[in-house]
Each structure stands twice: as C-alpha cells, then as structure tokens.
C-alpha cells in the first residue's frame, strides 16, 4: 500500500497479521446473517401474506440495502486490515489505521501506563491477539488488532521495557 | 494505636498532624539547622476527623427523620389536634422508637467515625475507614495532582473543613478527610504540600516558612462581573428564546404557555443563573510555591490548589455576547479532577470571567515561560486574532498563527481564517472558533500522545486535523484543517519537542532543587497507574540522595 498523505515520511509501516482479514471476515459474516434476519422479517411476513399491508417498496429496501450495505462494508475490510499499521521509533510508537477516515496516533514510550494484551476465541483460534497501550488520556485510543501470539508478547515486553526506561510523571 | 514520644494523641482533638511542633514555630523561620521542620507521623500515629463529622454528613438523614416525625406532630399541635401516637398507651412505645432509631443512627455515626482513621508520614498519607467493610487506602504525596479544602454550609457553621487529596485516576477523590477543623485543614494542606515539593528531604531549603507556603494574590472577580458574566450567558439567551416563543404563541396562536411549561422554565434559569454566581462569587487566585490556589464560593466554599507542573491544558474560551465587554473564561485539564460535573464544572474553572489583562496573569501562572519572545503578541493572536481573507493559496498565516489554507473555505467559510496552531518554545497553541472563541494551550512536556486525523473530504483539500491527547477534562485541544504537509510535520516535530521537554521537565517534588536522574527500570513490570507510581518509588526512596546531580545523570535512563 503506497504511504498516505497524512503519514510520516520515511516510515516502514508493520502491517498486521493477513489472517486476521479472516478474523474480521468470520465476524462480518456472523453479524451479516444477524442484522439480514432481523431486516428481513418485513419481507417474509409480506411474502408469506401475513402482513399484506407493509409497504412492499420499503420492505425490499430493507433487505436488499442492507445485503448491499454489507457487502460493501465486506469488501472494504480486507483493505482496512491492510491499512492497519504500527512502527517503533526510538522514543514512540507509531500507529496507523483506517481507509477512508484515517488516523496515525504517535504514543511516546514514556507515557504509556500500562500495555494491555487481549485476546478473544477467533484471534485465538487464528493465533492472534490485540495490543492495546494506555496513557493517562482517555483520548488515547492506541489498539493494534491482529498482531501474531508471539509478536505480541514481544511488543508487550518491548513496550514495557521502553517504557520503563523512558518514564516520565504525568 | 499510638507510639510513645507522640504528643496530642487524644482522639478528640487528633486532628493536629504537627502536633511535633509547637505553635509558635507557625510561621516563623525555622533555622536550617533543624534540618527537618514537620514532624512525619510514625506508622504507629493516627488521627482521627472532628467528632461532629459524622452528623454533617448525614445530617440529610437527620433532617429526614426530624421532618418526617415533626410535621404531623407540629400541625396537630398547631391545629390544638390531638397528637397522633403519643395519646394513650402509644405514646411510650412512639418515644421508644424514635429514641431507637436516633440511637442507632448515633451509634452508626460514633462506628464510621471511631474506624475512621488517617495519619501523613513523610511520603504517604494513609486513610482506613469502613466498619464492617474495611477499606485501607494509601497515596503517595508526591503523586499530588490537587488538594481542595471545601466547606459546604453546614461545615462552615461548625467551623469545619473538608480536604480533598487527589491523584491521577480521574475519577474519585484519593484521600477525602471530611471533617477537620478548618484551621487543621489548612495546617495539613500546607504539610502535605511541603513533604510533596520536596521540602523535609532538602534541608537546604529548611529556610522557607513551612507552615503555609506565602502567597500572592494575583487577581479578584469582582461581584458585579460575575453577575454580567451571569446575565450574558447561555441562559439569558434561553431565557429570551422562551419569552419570545410565549409571546409568539400567545399573540399569533391565540395561545398562552401554561405554568406546566413556563414554571420548570424559569426554574431551569433561575438554576442556571444562581449556579454560575455561587460558583464565580468571590473567585480569587494567588500565587504560591505551593502552586496556584484559587478560592470561591457563595455558600459552600472552596480553595483549590494545584501544585506546579500540574495543569494539563488550559482553555480560554469567549461566548459572543461576552465579546461586548471583553471578558474570557478558562477551563484547565488537572489530572485528579477528571470531567467535574459538580457544580456546573466550577472546580476545572480557573478563571470563571475576566478581562484579556488577567487571562495573561493566569496564563504566566500557568505557564511561567510562554517561550515566545513577545508572549502578549502570541497570547492576542490566540485569542482574538483572525487570519487577513487575502493571502495566497498554500499556508496561511496570521502572524504567529498558522491557520487553514485558503482551500477549505468553502467548508468551514467562517472558521477558516480562525482555526490555526502557534508554536512557542515550551507550548502548543490551538485556536478555533469565530463566535465562540476558543484557544487551548498545551505545554509540550504534558502531551500524552498525539494524532493525525483525516477524513474523505479533508484528503480531497489536502488538509488534517491534529489531535494533542491529554488527561480527562473539558479542554480537548484540536487543530482543524491545517494543510496535510505542515500536518505531517507538525506531527514530527511536536512529537520530537514533547520528548525533549519531558526530559528536562520539573520534577515531581516541585521544590527539590534539580532534576532528579531517571530510574533504573524496575525488575518487573506493573500495571495501572500504580505503575507509574511503582517505578517511582525507587526513583524517590532515599531522599537523602536529592542533590546536585551532573546534566548527564539526567539522561541516565535514555541509554537503556
């Protein structure tokens, strides 16, 4: 993916795990079928005639929109995934992500309170899991999805080191 | 619970926590070579809050009970009625049960005030309360965020004060003591703030009267600005919307407002208006080595203070209808205040109105060195400044201001000229706004993290906001739509800039003379903010170790 407007120069991004494309896939497809059974209730009752009365147009809109929707939203991720980025610099982490709306957030070393590592049952099932740092903002929205089991424990260790050896109060 | 050698340990009055010292050492100078001027409580010495604590607090409940029995009794003695309950046989078992119930509330009472207990030792106060739920808490004094010594009206009767200590969590208060007699609140606010500057351990500074930190009033809010400030607020402005919307209804709809709608009105303004004057009434600010201390209030009254290096962000904000007569407000970001709520955020205000000449004198306080050569020009340009309409394409600029390119003008066609950044040697300064004014100053070493934000139509213009994270607060400092290239590399820069400024920022202890070298990287890492303060306890254990240090033990634990 070619350097964005808004990122730093000479920055070699590491992109996330590709695997976690399947993750977010899994769970895009789980949340598809949920909200198209809940959409299309209308449209089932209309067809099946025991709700004649539903505005035909408005029922078909709700189905096909939100297929269409979805599959919109289905295609972008794998580029969102790819977009998602973060490199370490000598005093701060960088951390890059969105397509459309997109964001890079640079969290100095010494002011990460702490350095959370999660992992939910599909990371997991993919050997992944999520690095997320926390400052004292609240605003400091710093989570890096789909990072390899063992790369995480690496950054988690890393990131506490750096942090340790660049702290400073508030 | 006491240790021998401590004198005033009687519970009752335990609320001296100098009791080392006489009271004749208040205010004098105590010679340098005494070395240590307070007296530490010992592990073993604990006080307790005034005995009357207990009843201010829930003098609610009191007054619930009080009311709840009295009224009908009170009518019926009024009507010549017989009193219900205390006719007949029932009146012994009435008394008996009131008296039941008074006792056990008592007894509640004397509970949570005899398990209440606290002492301040050289580097922790320490609280224990709770009676059957025992809760044991500890904070570290050097991690002061703010102390607050409030006292609501019940307190200021009985001469009571309650502290607030507050550290970095931003939700609850750390320590609250409430109630001490105001003048052992003082005593203790000033104790803490010694031992949290750095003054017991540094005997060179023995000197400096320890009792209350001498202080310099730098301005007053006078009454009558606060009720301006009141009358050409938000609710004024509500308050003509609702008069013309009656009068609209009522001349062309041929229908009044019922008192269903106009009473809650007016209830809402009057709350508005009497919010912002009891809050603002009285507002007054010094200067102090202990760091700012503000005070005001109409009926519960309140003197902050905020210890040096403590303020995140500053805002200072102009509604349009103050802009007739010049005045500004000031919002700050301290890490133990969090969002404040209460009192319509009186407590992150720092200067509820004032004139541009005093938003200055807050903002030397704030930020002693504006790093700018001409700070009042810097200052004015943040505040009231605009960008000229003709300039060519590319980075605008409006003297010291760097605002959005003349591209965006058809997205923000009011602001644009407006929304810009400045630069100085030691803060961030983020303008925005045309009608209401708005400036937000961030000091460089204070900057959590940072980041860059752009949207569809933002890439199209080629520009980007830059977001400067900070702790919980009102001030969210933002600067929008600058072009994506000076974006980028104020981004770079300022992210550079933060660095260095940590390294050679303040130290905890506000007073201890240099920069203290960074700590050695702890053996295992923690979690929390108690992280942070667990590194630094050994940054701070041996106090004795506090002195001149060579500049390169200070990027000691860069090398790492």
Redesign the interface.
Known sequence: MPS??????GISWIRVSPKYITVELIGWAILTVVELAVLSVPLVLLLAGVWPDFPAWLAWLLSVGTLVVRIWIGLLIPRQVRAIGYAERD??LLIRRGL?????????Y??M??VDVGVGPLQRAFGLCSVKLH??????N?SIPGVPAAEGARLREQL??RG??????? | MTIPGSTGQDPLNGQDPLHGRGPDASGAVVPASQGVPLTPDTTGTWHRVHPVSPLVRGWIALAAIAYFFGRDWFEAVFRGDELWGLTGGRAFWTVLIVAVVVLLLVAGFFLSWWFTRYQVTDDHVRVNSGVLFRQHRQARLDRVQAIDVIQPLLARIFGLAELKFEVADAGESAVRLAYLPLASAQELRATILARAAGLTSAPGHAQEPVPEAPEQQILAVPGSRIVGAALLSGTTVFLGIMLTAAGVSTIVFDAAFGPALLVPAAFGVAAGYWSTFSTGYNFRAAVSPDGIRLRYGLLETRAQTVPPGRVQAVEIMQSPLWRFKGWYRMRVNVAGYGVSTENSGARTTLLPVGTQQEVMQMLALVLPDPGTEDPFTVFTAGLDGIAAPKQHDGDASDGCFVTSPRRVRWLSWLTWRRNGFAVTGTALLARSGRLWRSLAVVPHERTQSIALHQGPLARRLRVADLRLHTTTGPVTPVVYQIDADTARRLFDEQAARAAAARRRSLPERWLEARPEPMPEPGPEPSSGLEAATGRLEGQHGPQQQVGPQPEEEIRHGGQH
């Open positions: 964005e407007a808004i990122d730093p120069n005093e701060d459309f709306f997109q964001r890079v957030m640079v969290v100095p010494g002011r309170q702490y400052t004292a903002s609240p605003q400091t710093a506490s080191d340790q050896a660049r702290l400073a109060g508030l």
